[in-house]
């Protein structure tokens, strides 16, 4: 399902060693570029998405149509700007963009892998990013950036390749998934399995979409984008195009609406097994874990400036989350900066319109940028 | 603002690592990164200012100094500079013993509550006073823990820590206080500049 002339795909020989034990080696790797890179080769830099994005980061995205998820940071004069610095972004493995994940066909046994497929974690994702360096000839990139999942790959690369980045920007995101990001993943996860089409996640066999299941999932999982105050500030009570409530189990107010659309059309460009394997990835996310509770051991290697970004009304990865980030950081003076943006948009602030997180982005970027040439 | 930084930068050695608390716009980082080449970082509360500061290139932390100093480990740093702001925490003393914690010296200015004109002021009009430095009314300021020159030496054999340089800062004259002149640099200086250390501990 994911051969497509508008994918750039990189196959990756090299074998790579999964912390679930098995080793994986000639996957593909889908990626996308914008920008040209230097013949210096520092300008280069490798953006993360989170659980639904892809590689497509700006511009039109040719397989959905619809513009990129990152399309109000990244491109000419914005925040990355893309007239400076060249951008990498990779679909991670487990995902459904090209990157060899869950839908790709087993090679032995010639089936769809459905759950078949290795369990991945944060780790194994970078891990198989780093190929992409190496294609590309990069030795240090100018800038690892990413938002919420994003923001775990920053970490985790920065800790696994402690010389490969100048700088390191995580942005509402956590380094250790609470209990509170695995329920609501875990509520996705059950709604996917319990659609009565999802087939043990053999349905691409079955011919059939565990749709249902995967939009209820999607919408869980999109209240937690949101802040209450930005719910209540965009739909209140309002009704969908009725004068008044039809007692009756239809989408009577605006938000249901909301949500129906959200999930219906997420079905038509998300698989629900990269669903379950993307938030697995995430759940087992515990970077405190794997450095035995000291988060500053995974940062004791590398010079890289970081700059941490939160925003006050995201309650799924709060400021307390991001700050324990900073805190490990000073703990071994390591050089972090910090801001907590203002902004009533949830979690989801740092995909939208926050001119205030722009700007911070934009300024830290271009400022570090200059800073290393001098 | 000038003459006072110039005094702060010539307290602190080249190259040194320095946090400069409450660090504002960042114009004295700015001054001590050009003059000193120093390693620095800030903290500061208000968001608008640590993005003043993100777009000068500057690392800040946006945070409160009673509470995300503890953040810190001991000796982090060379210097900590906390510029006029002592007076508007809520427990200066909790602060200062934070700043000999994570730094090896620290350096400490003061607007003088002691100036002839403040004690004027409340002498003759009874009312709180308000002048140039301190043009706030006593609803709306921030600085809710005020001290004199002499307040903070009293304050550095209370909670024993050692005053290295003292300077009084007059219109744009730097002289150094000692204990034969303190009686005059209380009465007209209007900032105080105090280099210290803590007591050796063992």
Redesign the interface.
């Known amino acids: 399902m994911n051969i497509n002339k508008d994918i750039k795909t990189l196959i990756v020989e090299k074998a790579l060693k999964l912390d679930c034990g098995q080793t994986i080696n000639n996957y593909p790797l889908a990626y996308e570029t914008y920008g040209l890179l230097n013949d210096k080769k520092d300008n280069a830099i490798l953006v993360f998405h989170a659980l639904t994005g892809d590689q497509f980061v700006t511009g039109k995205n040719p397989i959905t149509n619809k513009d990129g998820w990152w399309s109000f940071a990244v491109g000419p004069n914005k925040s990355i700007d893309t007239n400076k610095y060249f951008v990498i972004c990779a679909n991670v493995i487990g995902g459904c963009m090209g990157s060899f994940g869950p839908s790709h066909e087993n090679p032995e046994t010639k089936k769809i892998y459905g759950t078949d497929f290795p369990v991945i974690t944060i780790n194994d994702i970078v891990n198989a990013q780093v190929n992409l360096l190496d294609h590309f000839e990069i030795k240090k990139l100018f800038s690892v950036v990413g938002g919420s999942m994003g923001g775990m790959q920053v970490l985790q690369f920065v800790s696994n390749f402690p010389d490969r980045a100048k700088t390191a920007v995580p942005i509402a995101c956590t380094s250790s998934h609470s209990a509170q990001n695995i329920a609501f993943n875990e509520l996705g996860r059950q709604a996917i399995t319990a659609d009565h089409n999802w087939f043990d996640g053999k349905y691409s066999s079955n011919k059939t979409v565990p749709e249902k299941g995967l939009a209820v999932a999607r919408m869980a999982a999109h209240i937690t984008y949101l802040s209450k105050k930005g719910l209540q500030e965009k739909f209140g009570r309002k009704l969908q195009e009725r004068d008044d409530l039809k007692f009756g189990f239809d989408a009577d107010f605006q938000i249901e609406s909301y949500l129906r659309y959200q999930g219906s059309v997420f079905v038509d460009r998300f698989d629900a097994n990269s669903y379950l394997y993307i938030t697995r990835a995430m759940d087992y996310f515990d970077l405190v874990k794997q450095f035995n509770g000291n988060l500053s051991n995974a940062f004791k290697n590398t010079k890289a400036k970081f700059f941490v970004i939160s925003f006050t009304s995201d309650w799924l990865y709060p400021t307390q989350e991001n700050k324990d980030i900073v805190i490990a950081l000073n703990a071994i003076g390591a050089d972090v900066g910090f801001v907590e943006i203002e902004s009533d948009k949830g979690h989801d602030s740092f995909l939208l319109d926050v001119p205030d997180f722009l700007k911070a982005l934009k300024n830290f970027l271009d400022k570090s940028y200059i800073e290393k040439l001098l | 603002m000038k003459s006072e930084y110039k005094i702060i930068s010539d307290m602190i050695e080249k190259n040194a ?1 320095v946090l400069d608390v409450g660090c504002d716009n960042g114009n004295l980082m700015e001054f001590l990164k050009k003059n000193k080449n120093v390693d620095i ?1 800030g903290i500061e509360i208000s ?1 608008d200012k ?2 003043v500061c ?10 409160n100094a009673e509470l995300d100093l503890k ?3 001991k000796n ?1 740093f060379d210097y900590v500079v906390l510029g006029q702001t002592l007076q508007a925490f809520i427990n200066p003393e909790l602060v200062i013993k934070e700043l000999l914690r994570v730094g090896k010296k620290s350096i400490v200015t003061i607007p003088n509550f002691g100036h002839w004109k403040v004690r004027l002021n409340l002498l003759i009009r009874g009312t709180m006073p308000v002048t140039k430095s301190l043009p706030n009314e006593w609803y709306n300021t921030p600085n809710i823990h005020m001290c004199t020159i002499k307040d903070f030496v009293k304050f550095s054999k209370t909670i024993n820590f050692e005053i290295f340089k003292s300077l009084a800062l007059m219109n744009k004259n730097v002289s150094t206080i000692n204990n034969s002149n303190l009686f005059f640099k209380n009465l007209f200086a209007d900032l105080g500049i105090f280099l210290i250390e803590k007591k050796n501990e063992n």
């Open positions: 690592r970082r968001k640590v993005q993100i777009a000068k290139g500057l690392t800040v932390i946006e945070g953040q810190f480990p982090s």
